[in-house]
């Protein structure tokens, strides 16, 4: 189970429009007999606005195997909150809090150089939406003896937004989110690479946007 095994620590710079600030991000994935347990944290630091952190975000998963069948049970939390600057005063906001639970189905190769996860899942939506779902992909691949890593997720969920300009307002209730990264490994520890954030109502942005990164990364 060693090759699917990820402790790592990423620092991106992103390119994205209006953006221009990095990122880190510190992320495990763990196999056991039971299952797996995977969290991520990323933090924004904004340097225009804050002299420091100005958005963290988490989550956090636990899949338990369903026998010796491809199909594990899924639970999951989601949350964060964030700062800005706007004179003369600062002000926050908070990232609703979100619990997901329902099936992985998961696939591994025999020498652990590739595989993906598909997730269906119901989402509670703190504060916002009792009853939603989301889809997920999850990939990786290890290429050229393992010297070239590709990555990433796509997630689909059921959320509300209204975003207004001027005198108008437009309500969407889908956002997409994927996160693609493409890795380098110098040694097992040192990666160079990038990742490139397509999202679609994410982030109070509307519509379709993408945010590349240059980004480095140290695994354990």
Avoid: C
């Amino acid at each position: 189970m060693t090759g699917v095994i990820a402790q790592n620590v990423q620092l991106h710079y992103d390119f994205g429009k209006d953006r221009n600030y990095p990122t880190t991000t510190v992320e495990m994935f763990k196999p056991d007999k039971w299952g797996s347990t995977f969290f991520f944290v990323d933090m924004d630091y904004n340097v225009n606005d804050q002299k420091g952190v100005n958005m963290a975000y988490w989550e956090i998963a636990r899949a338990i195997n369903l026998g010796k069948t491809p199909f594990a049970f899924h639970a999951e939390y989601n949350g964060g909150f964030g700062q800005f600057k706007a004179e003369p005063f600062n002000g926050a906001y908070q990232i609703n809090g979100a619990w997901l639970t329902g099936i992985d189905y998961i696939y591994n190769n025999a020498d652990f150089s590739k595989g993906f996860t598909i997730q269906v899942l119901y989402k509670n939506i703190r504060d916002k939406h009792d009853a939603s779902f989301q889809l997920t992909g999850v990939w990786y691949m290890h290429m050229l003896n393992r010297k070239v890593t590709f990555s990433g997720f796509a997630d689909f969920w059921r959320e509300d937004f209204s975003f207004t300009n001027g005198e108008s307002t437009h309500e969407t209730k889908y956002v997409f989110l994927a996160e693609p990264q493409l890795w380098y490994n110098f040694t097992e520890n040192i990666s160079l690479g990038t990742e490139i954030e397509i999202g679609s109502n994410f982030g109070g942005v509307k519509g379709f946007a993408v945010n590349p990164t240059i980004g480095a990364k140290w695994t354990f």
